[in-house]
């Protein structure tokens, strides 16, 4: 389950309430979403949310870890060249948090190398007080990965706040995303006797990470089936076929590997099958 993307669709259905928890000067009239035509590279565009309230834009970054590469505050300083090239506008940068770490990693909130530095913020919910959380339906979701001595105790406060919840929809949509993020805290059937079945299977957020996962699995099986037939047929043209070069075919994309079944009709050496890898591996590298 990806936690980051759960937090990036609880921001971009409540943006107003990031707003007020982030941006606490700030009135959130009018929240716009930003769908920016950047690049991607080196960003990882499916862990971040970019919301603009008048000339400021709100740039928040979901981790589960600190881990990452491009290391998180090149991420940071790269992005925020790249979109204030773009808007010409503040650009208020957060990094949050979400599973906690003793990672001298997790306390880093800037890039400095030789004479550039760049800063940004960095919050780590275990250090926050769950009060606003618990009373914001928006931000309720993250409430049990706050600051807390009885976990379990929080985690039953923040189910009583969903049930609350009058509008079924949003309901449904909290529940789903509490009972996910809880995930990095709890064992499933602490959260199952806390959340309602139904709402998981009624909210549409949950269906579509159903169907995302379906079809990776369907994706997962087909490539399976092509790794064992390539490999099959490797055997009978050039024999025995190395635990390393076996590795490296079964790193290869479904498409490559439709590529290499058409190949390896004209191998007669394991020679052949290795030099066709590398010369793969050096057209990706450009």
């Not at 981790?63 to 090149?74: F, N, T």
């Not at 509008?167 to 949509?173: N, T």
């Not at 490999?231 to 025995?240: A, D, N, V």
Request: hydrophobic share 40%.
């Amino acid at each position: 389950m990806t936690y980051d993307n759960t937090c990036k669709y609880i921001a971009s259905q409540n943006p107003a309430s990031f707003v007020r928890w982030l941006l606490p000067n700030t009135e959130p009239q009018e929240v716009q979403i930003l769908k920016t035509e950047l690049p991607a590279e080196p960003i990882r565009a499916d862990s971040l949310i970019l919301l603009r309230v008048g000339n400021t834009i709100l740039h928040l970054e979901f981790e589960k870890l600190p881990y990452s590469d491009p290391p998180i505050p090149e991420r940071m300083l790269n992005y925020w060249v790249r979109l204030y090239g773009e808007y010409r506008c503040r650009i208020e940068q957060v990094v949050i948090f979400l599973k906690q770490s003793n990672s001298p990693l997790v306390f880093q909130d800037r890039f400095a190398q030789d004479n550039t530095q760049h800063r940004y913020r960095v919050i780590r919910l275990w250090e926050q007080d769950p009060t606003p959380f618990l009373t914001d339906p928006g931000l309720l979701p993250l409430a049990p990965l706050t600051r807390t001595d009885s976990p379990r105790a929080l985690l039953g406060q923040v189910a009583a706040q969903v049930d609350i919840i009058e509008e079924p929809v949003q309901r449904r949509e909290v529940s789903v995303c509490t009972s996910i993020l809880a995930g990095l805290l709890h064992k499933p059937n602490v959260i199952n006797q806390l959340f309602r079945e139904e709402n998981m299977q009624e909210s549409l957020f949950y269906q579509e990470i159903i169907q995302k996962g379906v079809q990776k699995g369907l994706q997962q099986g087909q490539k399976q089936e092509a790794v064992s037939l390539t490999m099959r047929q490797l055997r009978r043209r050039i024999g025995e076929i190395s635990p390393a070069i076996e590795e490296r075919i079964r790193a290869l994309s479904l498409s490559q590997l439709e590529d290499l079944g058409e190949a390896l009709l004209d191998f007669s050496a394991p020679a052949d099958l290795t030099a066709w890898l590398d010369n793969l591996e050096s057209i990706e590298r450009g």
